[in-house]
């Protein structure tokens, strides 16, 4: 069951669902395996209309990585998708006592019904980037010109909401940039050369909770502890990897609530974090 919980992992996903879902419905999560990876993970093609979530294997032991030495402390970037939401207060709040920056991939939308916390988001000098204005696949997987609008359409809102031009150039394909509805990696180009001649970088993730993915849990374990075996699974997967991306969902409570257990964790280990517009290309999986 643990081999075939890995395969399923790998069934690419960002997370993103329908423009139309709302909090907690399935998002999928990709995280691509490493080469020297067994080839029961291979990932499989995510179905154009509604995408799946990739549950990740269940590890028998935790990891029992020493602290990295000082002088070669790496960095890991906390990307926050689909806010901000009504939960997004509590995470800021735990973000600001631990003093950590991240990045929030923020739905245009939700910027809208969600005012406060976008300009929050904003003013505690968190990155405010984009995850497109509608996050509906039958929009903005039209075209690259389709998506681009959305994407211009999502600038807008942010200027409108906080103020000014809080929006950084950084983006992250809803459903990730692998998704059958942008033509997988060989339809993507396209998108991102089109959002190259825009300024923008792409970046998808190698590190998750699975927290869009509940029907992955087939140990029954419970939520919080499913997500935690989750990104030990994965950061089993990249912890040697350059740049480690990890993705949460600040609209799943239980996400919020696992958060400084995985701070801990990734500070012990020796990690430093950074926002995303530190990295100079696009990341895609």
Not at 30 to 54: C, G, Q, R
Not at 118 to 130: D, F, Q, T, V
Request: charged share 25%; proline share 7%; aromatic share 10%.
């Amino acid at each position: 069951m643990i081999k075939r919980f890995a395969a399923l992992f790998l069934a690419l996903a960002c997370f993103a669902a329908l423009g139309a879902c709302k909090p907690h419905e399935s998002i999928p999560v990709e995280v691509e395996i490493p080469t020297d990876a067994p080839a029961s993970a291979v990932p499989t093609e995510v179905p154009t209309e509604v995408p799946t979530e990739a549950p990740t294997e269940v590890p028998t032991e935790e990891p029992t990585d020493p602290p990295l030495n000082p002088s070669t402390k790496r960095r890991v970037y906390l990307t926050v998708d689909d806010g901000p939401w009504e939960h997004t207060g509590e995470l800021l709040d735990i973000l600001a006592a631990y003093g950590i920056k991240a990045t929030f991939f923020t739905i245009g939308r939700s910027i809208k019904s969600h005012p406060a916390e976008a300009k929050r988001i904003a003013e505690e000098g968190h990155l405010l980037a984009c995850h497109t204005m509608s996050h509906d696949f039958n929009i903005i997987y039209k075209s690259p010109e389709a998506f681009v609008k959305d994407v211009d359409e999502w600038r807008a809102q942010v200027i409108a909401t906080v103020g000014y031009d809080a929006g950084a150039y950084v983006y992250r394909f809803p459903g990730g940039s692998n998704n059958s509805s942008v033509g997988g990696r060989a339809g993507r180009g396209a998108y991102v050369e089109a959002m190259h001649e825009k300024g923008y970088i792409a970046m998808d993730w190698n590190l998750a909770t699975n927290d869009k993915w509940l029907a992955g849990n087939t140990e029954h374990l419970p939520v919080s502890e499913y997500f935690w075996q989750s990104y030990l699974e994965t950061y089993s997967w990249y912890k040697d990897k350059d740049p480690l991306i990890l993705i949460i969902h600040d609209t799943v409570p239980e996400s919020i609530e696992l958060l400084p257990r995985i701070l801990d964790d990734l500070i012990a280990k020796g990690f430093d974090f950074g926002t995303c517009d530190e990295l100079t290309e696009d990341y895609l999986m």
